[in-house]
């Protein structure tokens, strides 16, 4: 029998917690165990196995940033909605590093087509058309940004940026307006 207040939300709540607390890698089954104070076999009625947790640790993360986001671009456009969505990822990533880490998690093409991933996507699109981006070059674009703000946030998060004159703040806006100033006067093709 599951022990009475353990439901998978609240297991998968209390391991992004976790994942917050000691790194997403450091997640399993058997440290939410401990963590309730249960032996392990007890969760299996609630999670198949570490990377059933995991994976659904990172849905709760894209779902969540995914509706993060989508307050920041509300109303927003242009260079405005630019610096509002990176900055729902920085802030994001900054409050919970183990949940950005696993919004990261490699889902299998099914799980991630139902996911809230394919929200980020719609909404990096609904950006880029306020920069009148066609295709390919609006998918070079999606590619361009996700790139920039995940690669920014790590190097950040791992203090990449601490130890040297001006502040990752100074650096972020200057980076903004770079990415701005690119997307008004995308570069046309290169012939192959």
């Known amino acids: 029998m599951a022990r009475v207040g353990l439901t998978p939300e609240r297991l998968v709540r209390a391991g992004a917690e976790l994942a917050d607390e000691v790194g997403f890698d450091q997640v399993t089954v058997s440290a939410l165990a401990r963590r309730f104070d249960v032996k392990a076999a007890s969760l299996y009625a609630h ?72 929200r980020h996507a719609q909404m990096t699109r609904a950006l880029l058309r306020g920069y009148d981006l066609t295709e390919p070059d609006q998918t070079h674009a999606v590619r361009l940004l996700g790139s920039v703000f995940h690669g920014y946030v ?19 806006t200057r980076v903004l307006d770079a990415l701005d100033a690119l997307l008004r006067n995308w570069p046309a093709p290169t012939a192959p």
């Open 154 to 172: 790590s190097l950040e998060l791992a203090g990449g940026f601490s130890h040297s004159a001006p502040d990752s703040q100074q650096s972020w």
């Open 47 to 118: 999670v198949r196995s570490s990377q059933d947790l995991r994976t659904r640790i990172a849905l709760l993360a894209l779902e969540e940033l995914a509706d993060r986001a989508a307050d920041a671009l509300a109303g927003r456009a242009g260079k405005d909605a630019l610096t509002a969505l990176a900055d729902a990822y920085r802030d994001y990533a900054r409050e919970h590093p183990g949940r950005y880490a696993a919004a990261q998690l490699r889902l299998d093409p099914e799980t991630a087509a139902a996911s809230a991933g394919v």
